[in-house]
Nanobody
Framework: QVQLVESGGGLVQAGGSLRLSCAAS????????VGWFRQAPGKEREFVAA????????YYADSVQGRFTISRDDAKSTAYLQMNSLKPEDTAVYYC??????????????????WGQGTQVTVSS
């Protein structure tokens, strides 16, 4: 099992940047694929970005492609989401999630077994 803790959220003006971190417990973090999801008020949780085990590949939602970058440092058991050119519509609670059974189809929320508690990101116009 793995426990996940997000950090790095906050209030930023449109056009600004934030970097979210997802710190994981355990020594086998490299064996987990990691996804970032977000949930705005009154909306369903949606896929943002994902990275395969060992950082083999990355995937992004169309809405963040070219603005967000997902990465991981397995030595630190931490995944990151660098968010640039933020827009008010990026405002949401951001969650990281992990799974270690498939390593594909990472945009599917249902495959993730482990979730963090979320961190609020607010982008003002």
């Amino acid at each position: 099992q793995v426990q996940l803790v997000e950090s790095g959220g906050g209030l930023v003006q449109a056009g600004g940047s934030l970097r979210l971190s997802c710190a994981a417990s355990g020594r086998t973090f490299s064996r987990y694929a990691v996804g970032w999801f977000r949930q705005a008020p009154g909306k369903e949780r949606e896929f943002v970005a994902a990275i395969r085990r060992y950082g083999a590949d990355t995937y992004y939602a169309d809405s963040v492609q070219g603005r967000f970058t997902i990465s991981r440092d397995d030595a630190k058991s931490t995944a990151y989401l660098q968010m640039n050119s933020l827009k008010p519509e990026d405002t949401a609670v951001y969650y990281c999630a992990a799974e270690n059974e498939r390593d594909y189809g990472l945009g599917d929320i249902s495959i993730y077994d482990y979730w963090g508690q979320g961190t609020q990101v607010t982008v003002s116009s």
